[in-house]
């Protein structure tokens, strides 16, 4: 059992798989080789532990132990978090209770943590961290769409909570999102009420986006993008909102990525009869009773 309700184990078989598939697996494949893979299965802790071989000491990283019970999926998850500085991967599980053992052997500062474990239902792995005093975070990344779930991860005090299939941006943009944060919180000094409120709000709220553009990204540029989703009569696609703004689709995709990243923005995805779904984006507020460009001539 692993503590999910009826049908639980099927459903998470079938989105993990399509994380395999469809999350940008192209980059990842070059960059985690089937040695890790392998070596993960294999191993009877389940933690692939770092020995510091990368010439790196590892002081200014965040060391990430990443917990799924599909190795292949696991492996991609752990190709697209070396890729994010100043993040590194320091060991993989795949049981709740290889999870506690790794936790207990390479005290990472972050946990991804997936819900549908063979043994136990992800989020019964938290309680025993702590009661063993860890006090590292841990991000849900996990197919499991039940309210339940989502409201037992807020009370069990989760970064973040990311749902699959999702593709590397998806994922780059909520860890920049925590690294900003995590420096934030290590280097606030607690003079008053002020300073506990700047932290609080930056952990429960989005910042504005000229505050939190991630590294490459212009405030101009990212005007543009929210002005264009803005005025758009449908959905677009990373495609069509480059030609619109006048900039390549690659950029337009990263900014569209970012205002999803910090609830600006709703990603819909549509499937063709083959290939990738393609991922089409609508600025937050619409269809909820605001009105959009155009109604007023439609009413």
């Given at each position: 059992m692993n503590g999910a309700p009826g049908g639980a184990d099927t459903t998470a078989t079938t989105d993990t798989t399509a994380t395999t598939d469809a999350s940008g697996t192209t980059d990842a494949s070059g960059t985690a080789d089937a040695a890790d893979a392998s070596g993960t299965a294999e191993r009877a802790g389940g933690s692939d532990v770092s020995d510091g071989s990368d010439g790196s000491d590892?002081?200014?990283?965040?060391?990430?132990?990443?917990?799924?019970?599909?190795?292949?999926?696991?492996?991609?998850?752990?190709?697209?978090?070396?890729?994010?500085?100043?993040?590194?991967?320091?060991?993989?599980?795949?049981?709740?209770?290889?999870?506690?053992?790794?936790?207990?052997?390479?005290?990472?500062?972050?946990?991804?943590?997936?819900?549908?474990?063979?043994?136990?239902?992800?989020?019964?792995?938290?309680?025993?961290?702590?009661?063993?005093?860890?006090?590292?975070?841990?991000?849900?990344?996990?197919?499991?769409?039940?309210?339940?779930?989502?409201?037992?991860?807020?009370?069990?005090?989760?970064?973040?909570?990311?749902?699959?299939?999702?593709?590397?941006?998806?994922?780059?943009?909520?860890?920049?999102?925590?690294?900003?944060?995590?420096?934030?919180?290590?280097?606030?000094?607690?003079?008053?009420?002020?300073?506990?409120?700047?932290?609080?709000?930056?952990?429960?709220?989005?910042?504005?986006?000229?505050?939190?553009?991630?590294?490459?990204?212009?405030?101009?540029?990212?005007?543009?993008?929210?002005?264009?989703?803005?005025?758009?009569?449908d959905t677009l696609s990373a495609a069509e909102c480059a030609t619109r703004a006048g900039i390549s689709r690659v950029s337009a995709r990263r900014y569209l990525e970012h205002f999803h990243s910090i609830g600006n923005a709703e990603v819909t995805l549509r499937y063709g009869a083959a290939g990738r779904p393609e991922r089409r984006y609508r600025f937050r507020g619409y269809g909820q009773g605001v009105r959009r460009p155009g109604d007023e001539a439609r009413a």
């Open positions: 590892g002081s200014d990283s965040i060391d990430v132990l990443v917990v799924d019970d599909d190795f292949m999926v696991a492996r991609v998850h752990r190709a697209f978090v070396d890729r994010v500085e100043p993040f590194r991967v320091v060991g993989v599980a795949s049981t709740g209770e290889q999870a506690a053992r790794a936790v207990d052997e390479l005290h990472p500062d972050l946990v991804l943590l997936d819900l549908y474990l063979p043994d136990v239902f992800g989020l019964d792995v938290i309680p025993r961290l702590r009661t063993a005093g860890h006090d590292c975070d841990v991000m849900v990344i996990s197919a499991a769409r039940e309210t339940d779930a989502v409201r037992g991860a807020v009370r069990h005090g989760v970064v973040d909570y990311l749902l699959k299939p999702f593709e590397f941006e998806d994922l780059r943009a909520r860890l920049e999102r925590y690294a900003l944060q995590r420096g934030r919180v290590l280097a606030t000094v607690v003079h008053g009420q002020a300073d506990v409120d700047r932290v609080l709000a930056g952990a429960t709220a989005p910042a504005s986006a000229p505050a939190t553009l991630p590294k490459g990204l212009s405030v101009e540029t990212a005007a543009l993008i929210e002005r264009t989703l803005r005025t758009a009569q």
